[in-house]
């Protein structure tokens, strides 16, 4: 059976009542294998950073009234492109960065092109130059779904000292 799957836009300061939690469900059934580990636990500290910053986006995928998954983001600003230490090279002209930090969909929903709909609709229409996301370096072929959306791995990084090791990917959004 084909479900119809709608999208919603999010951004800060219109973010609806309940937002957060909705996040968080989605986030502990996407990682109910590995909630017992530190790192996933602050989650909910990583969506209030997040949310918070300037320019933030958000989409959320819906089945019915029920979330499949969201991704979103938010432009980093001048001079904090945390990216810029790895082995990327942009041309000339690449100025600006959108951060992707999260692309999730349920695993009752996955494999149904739902995460490539939800990372298009993030990305449609922005101004930055250049988008940047983590992978877990022990998920190659998440970081192989990400190179058929066009990203090139840049490097690899460890943000915080609790947090996997990841592969470092950039996307030229305006070629």
Not at 12 to 17: A, I
Not at 59 to 66: C, I, K, M, R, S
Not at 76 to 93: A, D, H, K, Q, V
Request: net charge negative; hydrophobic share 35%; aromatic share 14%.
């Amino acid at each position: 059976m084909t479900r119809v799957i709608d999208l919603g836009h999010y951004s800060q300061g219109s973010l609806p009542e309940g937002f957060k939690r909705m996040l968080i469900e989605v986030h502990a059934d996407s990682y109910a294998d590995a909630m017992d580990n530190e790192f996933n636990q602050r989650f909910p500290w990583f969506i209030d950073h997040w949310s918070g910053m300037d320019g933030f986006t958000c989409v959320v995928a819906f089945d019915g009234d029920e979330p499949t998954g969201f991704a979103y983001g938010a432009p980093l600003p001048p001079g904090r492109e945390w990216w810029r230490s790895t082995e990327f090279e942009p041309n000339n002209g690449y100025t600006s960065t959108y951060a992707v930090s999260e692309v999730m969909v349920r695993p009752r929903w996955r494999k149904q092109g739902i995460s490539d709909r939800l990372h298009a609709a993030l990305l449609n229409e922005r101004g930055e130059d250049l988008a940047v996301l983590l992978v877990d370096v022990t998920h190659p072929k998440v970081q192989e779904l990400y190179e058929t959306w066009g990203y090139e791995k840049a490097g690899e990084q460890r943000p915080f000292a609790d947090s996997p090791l990841y592969a470092v990917m950039v996307k030229r959004l305006h070629p």
